[in-house]
């Protein structure tokens, strides 16, 4: 990830501890590094900060968009599921391998097992050397309590990848060291990250402002647990999961049994954060007050805003727009996203396309839609600036002319740059040219104000019903989209408001690397990607007429609910059992 940097600097010695950690596949491999190297970074300030620091450096590398890169295409989780169509997808690699359902413990992508035990790793050679750092005491509380959050943070990247895997405590071991590790049980891991999130948010700042923005905070620990018990009240986490009938693996990837109090302790999680009273949605109706929900259009290009609580620090960069942006302003223009994600926006007077009285036309279908859809994806018509004389100007992009029976010639046309007739637009500064001018001040977003409220809802209508809290809690986020009435209406059932939530979630959240995992929890993936995928051909001819068309058939196995462990890890270390079904 070449251009996707950490806001600080780290020194040649840290960096020689670092890399030789990052090289090995995790805890099974000692960490190559001389006693003069430890040495002289423990015992400097500086450089056993930036130690410290770049452990930051992969806290985003699950979700990213560039999680998948081989040759000249790159694509993240959303190419992975029923989000998006990747690019060069005739190529062998780990998004086509989940999309076509080919996945197997020999050629699954190894990056979640490797980077996270790498980071868990120098945590513990960073708690080990710690006493003797020349920092302060209040400095070693403060930087005791982010190495835990880290900690935390990337074994909840390892159990929503695997389940339960093996806790290694604040072990370092070396290669003379006897391996019998195991795979600890999901109630295990989950309570370990809870006591790792406690202990971090005890001794942290409620936020992070001016140069210590992007390091972990209390609002942090405390949604980071928001996170881990609504994904351990889950279905795909409780009853055993899918190891229910394998002997001995149901309490290792799930809990082997049911608690509804799970989803109480989830909504306790979600309002703790909501009671710091410390983030709240960013909204924006001065700037542009004919585009209604033009602060979740904005929020993404802003560095510093009201609504993250985590995010993954970056220079200035046009990070997004060389990768999601059209080929004609320098983008790579992938992935495309798919028309069954198009069709999930519903209309901007909050109902669903289908409901009666939506107003939805099939004939002019992106008109009066949810204003997040023209946020997040571009279709054809689309309006964009261009610059001319330095000299902003609005146009409408069209990609998608006299498909029929010609391709248009276009560069970004349908079946050339976009395999579905879609680019993807959240997150991309529309001020900003990758071939051209400007730069981004963007970083990515980790854990932001709206996830928690989604959270809070979901929990608490499983845990309760759809009470004024719920309620209160999606049409804050529908009111900042701009949907014009916000309200829901009166009286839903909790299976009802169950799929409000599921469809809020799907479009509030989208590209940012929940979607993959949210349908696995619900276990509904082997629904969701396990079908046709579609784009959309637009003729201008003697009318305007719009045609989907096939694109790739997704397929599902029940084995993909969590990922394979790596072989290579479980030839290692045959103790370590593999996941159901592989």
């Known amino acids: 990830m070449k251009k996707h940097f950490i806001a600080w600097v780290v020194p040649a010695t840290v960096i020689l501890v670092i890399f030789s950690a990052c090289q090995k596949s995790g805890f099974l491999d000692q960490t190559s590094t001389t006693s003069l190297n430890e040495a002289s970074t423990f015992s400097d300030s500086a450089n056993a900060m930036s130690f410290l620091n770049n452990i930051y450096a992969n806290i985003g590398f699950a979700s990213d968009p560039k999680r998948f890169s081989g040759g000249n295409f790159a694509a993240g989780l959303d190419a992975a599921s029923d989000e998006a169509e990747g690019p060069n997808a005739s190529s062998s690699n ?20 490797r980077i996270c035990y790498s980071n868990i790793r120098a945590v513990n050679q960073y708690l080990q050397h710690l006493p003797v750092i020349p920092f302060s005491a209040a400095l070693k509380t403060s930087t005791r309590a982010e190495a835990h959050f880290l900690r935390g943070w990337y074994y909840f990247m390892l159990l929503e ?63 980071l647990k928001s996170r881990l018990l609504l994904y351990a009240a889950s279905p795909l986490f409780n009853n055993g ?21 799970r989803w109480a302790l989830a909504a306790a999680a979600a309002k703790d954060v909501i009671s710091l009273n410390a983030y709240s949605l960013y909204i924006d109706s001065t700037t542009n007050p004919s585009e209604p929900g033009y602060g979740f259009m904005k929020l993404f290009t802003l560095r510093y805003n009201t609504e ?90 069209y990609w998608n002319t006299s498909v029929s029976p010609a391709v248009a010639a276009s560069g970004d046309a349908v079946h050339k740059g976009t395999s579905t007739g879609y680019y993807i637009n959240k997150m991309i500064d529309p001020s900003v040219l990758n071939n051209g001018i400007g730069e ?59 799929q409000v939530i599921h469809h809020e979630r ?17 276990m509904i993936a082997d629904s969701t990607d396990n079908q046709m995928m579609h784009g959309m051909e637009v003729d201008r001819g003697a009318s305007v007429t719009y045609k989907e068309f096939n694109v790739r058939k997704h397929n599902f196995r029940r084995a993909m609910y969590l990922w394979p462990l790596p072989l290579s890890e479980i030839s290692k270390l045959p103790t370590l059992k593999q996941n159901p079904l592989y």
């Open 308 to 397: 993250y609580i985590l995010a993954h620090m970056m220079a200035s960069n046009k990070y997004l727009e060389s990768l999601w942006d059209v080929p004609s302003r320098g983008g790579s223009g992938g992935p495309f996203p798919y028309q069954e994600l198009v069709d999930a926006f519903g209309m901007a007077n909050g109902k669903l396309t289908g409901d009666n009285g939506s107003g939805y036309d099939p004939a002019n279908p992106y008109k009066n839609r949810d204003p997040r859809l023209d946020y997040t994806i571009m279709h054809d018509s689309t309006l964009r600036i261009t610059y001319g004389a330095n000299q902003p100007t609005p146009i409408k992009l």
């Open 506 to 522: 799907r479009v509030e959240l989208a590209f940012e690397g929940f979607r993959f995992f949210d349908v696995r929890r619900w």
């Open 440 to 498: 981004a001040q963007r970083c990515l977003p980790l854990i932001r104000y709206a996830e928690i409220l989604l959270n809070y809802a979901e929990a608490q209508n499983e845990a309760v019903g759809p009470d004024k809290t719920v309620y209160d809690a999606l049409e804050a986020i529908r009111q900042r989209a701009g949907l014009r009435p916000y309200k829901l209406p009166d009286n839903l059932s909790q299976d009802d408001m169950r």
């Open 241 to 261: 999961g899918i190891g229910k009938d394998v002997p001995a693996m149901d309490s290792i990837v799930a809990y082997p049994d049911q608690d509804p109090n």
């Open 94 to 113: 780990g998004f086509v391998q989940f999309a076509t359902g080919t996945v197997n413990p020999t050629v699954v992508p190894d990056d979640a097992w």
């Open 161 to 223: 990848h695997y389940g339960g895997v093996p806790l290694i405590g604040d072990s370092i071991y070396t290669t003379k060291d006897p391996m019998t590790q195991v795979r600890n049980s999901f109630k295990s891991c989950v309570n370990y990250i809870l006591a790792e999130c406690d202990s971090a948010a005890n001794n942290l700042p409620v936020t992070r402002t001016g140069s210590e923005y992007g390091r972990a905070s209390k609002g942090a620990a405390l949604a």
